[in-house]
């Protein structure tokens, strides 16, 4: 019987749009069957066999149809424009609201760290996304087992920290407009900053 993953390597080999990491559980299957029938277990090969065919079907057809092609063009020439305008946007932001407003208005804290924020996600989430999709190189968290553990906790966090930021933000501007008077000791700028260091700490240690 032929060899299984030479034949995967044949259609991964006539497929451009086809990564390793697309297929790795197909390989994962093939090698299953293989064994399997290698050691006189016809049965149960056959099962694994099947369904190795019917999911390799599966992934074919999906990678061939016209909404993978729109996905993955929207993914390549979208994602740097937005990467580009959203890292200026927030530059800006930063500089004006730390220049202008960031020492006078609470809510001003909660934007310059959302505008931080949301350029290191930009930059080192959706960045690196991109560059694995256009060079089909294998992505940053899947190089190693320590960097797949980092990567894990930095995007959890900085994604957990924008939400936080959210609510913190709303939280203040809810007691400035419903109790004015209560908010003159409350939504001040020091309560801000320290709101936001705890909202660090306290996300970065879930």
Known sequence: MTDLNSNLMMMNQS????????????????????????????????????????????????????????????????????????????IFTARVLYKRYVKQNSASVYLLALAITNTLILNLIIAPDWIHIVTQTRYIANTSDWMCRIWKFYSEFIKALCIWLVVAMTVDRFIFLWYPLRAQSICTVFIAKVTTVLLIVFTGSL
């Not at 019917?54 to 993955?72: A, C, G, M, N, P």
């Open 15 to 90: 497929n451009d749009n086809m990564n390793t990491d697309d297929i790795s559980i197909l390989y994962q299957l093939s090698d299953i069957a293989n064994q399997t029938l290698q050691n006189n277990s016809q049965d149960i090969g056959n099962k694994y066999l099947d369904d190795f065919y019917i999911l390799q079907k599966r992934q074919l057809d999906f990678l061939q149809s016209t909404e993978y092609k729109i996905i993955t063009n929207l993914q390549i020439y979208f994602k740097p424009i937005l990467i580009v305008l959203g890292t200026i946007g927030n």
